[in-house]
Protein backbone atom coordinates (compact mmCIF):
# COMPACT_ATOMS: atom_id res chain seq x y z
CA UNK A 1 0.00 0.00 0.00
CA UNK A 2 1.68 3.46 -1.05
CA UNK A 3 1.78 6.34 1.27
CA UNK A 4 -0.12 9.50 0.52
CA UNK A 5 -1.47 12.51 2.88
CA UNK A 6 -3.11 15.11 4.07
CA UNK A 7 -2.05 18.88 3.21
CA UNK A 8 0.63 20.77 5.04
CA UNK A 9 0.89 24.70 4.78
CA UNK A 10 4.39 23.89 3.07
CA UNK A 11 3.68 21.09 1.20
CA UNK A 12 2.38 17.58 0.74
CA UNK A 13 2.20 15.45 4.05
CA UNK A 14 2.35 11.86 3.70
CA UNK A 15 0.18 9.86 6.35
CA UNK A 16 2.61 7.14 7.59
CA UNK A 17 -0.94 4.59 7.84
CA UNK A 18 -0.81 4.30 4.08
CA UNK A 19 -4.68 4.69 3.75
CA UNK A 20 -5.84 5.37 0.01
CA UNK A 21 -8.72 7.49 -1.03
CA UNK A 22 -11.74 5.71 -0.40
CA UNK A 23 -10.52 3.31 1.56
CA UNK A 24 -11.54 5.51 4.78
CA UNK A 25 -14.05 4.33 6.91
CA UNK A 26 -15.08 6.58 9.02
CA UNK A 27 -14.68 10.01 11.10
CA UNK A 28 -12.52 8.54 13.37
CA UNK A 29 -10.61 6.93 11.12
CA UNK A 30 -9.76 10.11 9.86
CA UNK A 31 -9.24 11.67 12.97
CA UNK A 32 -6.78 9.05 14.04
CA UNK A 33 -4.74 10.10 11.06
CA UNK A 34 -4.60 13.06 12.00
CA UNK A 35 -3.89 13.42 15.93
CA UNK A 36 -0.50 12.88 15.26
CA UNK A 37 0.12 15.79 12.69
CA UNK A 38 -0.20 19.36 13.75
CA UNK A 39 -3.97 19.46 13.30
CA UNK A 40 -4.04 17.06 16.26
CA UNK A 41 -1.47 19.31 18.12
CA UNK A 42 -3.60 22.50 17.14
CA UNK A 43 -6.59 20.22 18.85
CA UNK A 44 -8.76 19.44 15.39
CA UNK A 45 -11.59 17.44 15.87
CA UNK A 46 -13.53 16.33 13.62
CA UNK A 47 -17.52 15.48 13.68
CA UNK A 48 -18.29 14.82 10.26
CA UNK A 49 -16.95 14.32 6.78
CA UNK A 50 -18.85 13.06 3.36
CA UNK A 51 -17.30 13.71 0.01
CA UNK A 52 -19.23 17.46 0.01
CA UNK A 53 -18.64 18.74 3.39
CA UNK A 54 -16.17 18.67 6.91
CA UNK A 55 -17.13 19.84 10.14
CA UNK A 56 -15.16 20.39 13.12
CA UNK A 57 -14.54 21.84 16.36
CA UNK A 58 -11.33 23.89 17.57
CA UNK A 59 -11.18 25.18 21.13
CA UNK A 60 -9.39 27.89 21.31
CA UNK A 61 -6.80 27.87 24.02
CA UNK A 62 -4.36 30.37 25.19
CA UNK A 63 -1.61 28.87 22.58
CA UNK A 64 -3.75 29.16 19.91
CA UNK A 65 -4.49 33.12 20.79
CA UNK A 66 -3.04 36.81 20.53
CA UNK A 67 -1.82 38.88 23.13
CA UNK A 68 -5.25 40.36 23.61
CA UNK A 69 -6.97 36.70 23.94
CA UNK A 70 -8.81 35.94 20.68
CA UNK A 71 -7.88 32.91 18.24
CA UNK A 72 -4.79 34.01 16.14
CA UNK A 73 -5.34 34.24 12.39
CA UNK A 74 -2.78 32.02 11.77
CA UNK A 75 -4.55 29.29 14.00
CA UNK A 76 -7.92 29.91 12.57
CA UNK A 77 -6.13 29.40 8.95
CA UNK A 78 -4.42 26.31 9.51
CA UNK A 79 -7.96 24.81 10.76
CA UNK A 80 -9.73 25.99 8.03
CA UNK A 81 -6.66 24.38 5.81
CA UNK A 82 -7.07 21.16 7.16
CA UNK A 83 -10.82 20.85 6.67
CA UNK A 84 -9.91 21.12 3.07
CA UNK A 85 -7.57 19.13 3.18
CA UNK A 86 -9.57 16.26 4.62
CA UNK A 87 -12.56 17.02 2.10
CA UNK A 88 -10.15 16.30 -0.82
CA UNK A 89 -8.33 13.27 0.67
CA UNK A 90 -11.58 11.26 0.86
CA UNK A 91 -12.21 12.54 -2.35
CA UNK A 92 -8.82 11.16 -4.37
CA UNK A 93 -8.62 8.29 -6.25
CA UNK A 94 -5.95 5.22 -5.30
CA UNK A 95 -2.80 6.38 -5.63
CA UNK A 96 -3.40 10.23 -5.08
CA UNK A 97 -2.49 13.13 -2.66
CA UNK A 98 -2.89 16.38 -2.15
CA UNK A 99 -1.51 19.91 -1.39
CA UNK A 100 -2.88 23.39 -0.75
CA UNK A 101 -1.55 25.51 -3.87
CA UNK A 102 -3.85 28.72 -2.51
CA UNK A 103 -5.31 30.10 0.13
CA UNK A 104 -7.54 33.43 0.85
CA UNK A 105 -8.84 34.68 4.24
CA UNK A 106 -11.61 36.99 5.25
CA UNK A 107 -11.84 37.80 9.25
CA UNK A 108 -14.77 39.02 10.08
CA UNK A 109 -14.90 38.42 13.53
CA UNK A 110 -12.93 36.90 16.83
CA UNK A 111 -13.54 34.43 18.97
CA UNK A 112 -12.07 34.53 23.07
CA UNK A 113 -9.89 31.82 24.83
CA UNK A 114 -11.96 29.19 26.44
CA UNK A 115 -14.52 29.42 23.84
CA UNK A 116 -15.42 26.78 20.86
CA UNK A 117 -14.99 27.78 17.23
CA UNK A 118 -16.58 25.10 14.43
CA UNK A 119 -15.48 25.42 11.32
CA UNK A 120 -18.21 23.91 8.27
CA UNK A 121 -16.66 23.18 5.12
CA UNK A 122 -18.20 22.54 1.45
CA UNK A 123 -17.15 21.58 -1.40
CA UNK A 124 -17.32 24.69 -4.72
CA UNK A 125 -15.09 22.30 -6.90
CA UNK A 126 -14.23 18.68 -6.80
CA UNK A 127 -12.36 17.82 -10.47
CA UNK A 128 -9.45 15.79 -11.41
CA UNK A 129 -6.96 17.86 -11.00
CA UNK A 130 -7.66 20.42 -8.36
CA UNK A 131 -10.46 20.94 -5.79
CA UNK A 132 -11.97 24.21 -4.16
CA UNK A 133 -13.24 24.49 -0.67
CA UNK A 134 -14.90 27.33 1.49
CA UNK A 135 -14.92 26.95 5.29
CA UNK A 136 -16.75 28.93 7.73
CA UNK A 137 -15.40 29.07 11.65
CA UNK A 138 -18.07 30.24 13.80
CA UNK A 139 -18.09 31.27 17.51
CA UNK A 140 -20.15 29.44 19.37
CA UNK A 141 -22.80 31.88 19.46
CA UNK A 142 -23.29 31.29 16.03
CA UNK A 143 -20.95 34.58 15.27
CA UNK A 144 -18.78 34.72 11.96
CA UNK A 145 -15.32 34.99 12.23
CA UNK A 146 -13.34 34.28 9.56
CA UNK A 147 -14.20 32.67 5.76
CA UNK A 148 -11.98 30.95 4.12
CA UNK A 149 -11.20 30.12 0.39
CA UNK A 150 -9.08 27.35 -0.53
CA UNK A 151 -7.55 25.21 -3.54
CA UNK A 152 -6.33 22.08 -3.28
CA UNK A 153 -3.75 20.22 -5.80
CA UNK A 154 -4.74 16.75 -6.69
CA UNK A 155 -0.99 14.80 -7.07
CA UNK A 156 0.44 11.70 -7.97
CA UNK A 157 1.76 9.62 -4.99
CA UNK A 158 5.49 9.32 -4.56
Avoid at 103 to 109: L, N
Wanted: glycine content about 12%.
Amino acid sequence: MSKRGLTASGGPLNCPLGIEGGNVNSVASIQELLDPLFPGLMGVQLSEVTANRVVAKLKVRPDLCTTGGILHGGAAMAFADTLGAVGTFVNLPKDKRTTTIESSTKFIGAAKTGTTVTGECEAFHRGKTTMVWQTHIKSEEGKLCAIVTQTQLVLDAR
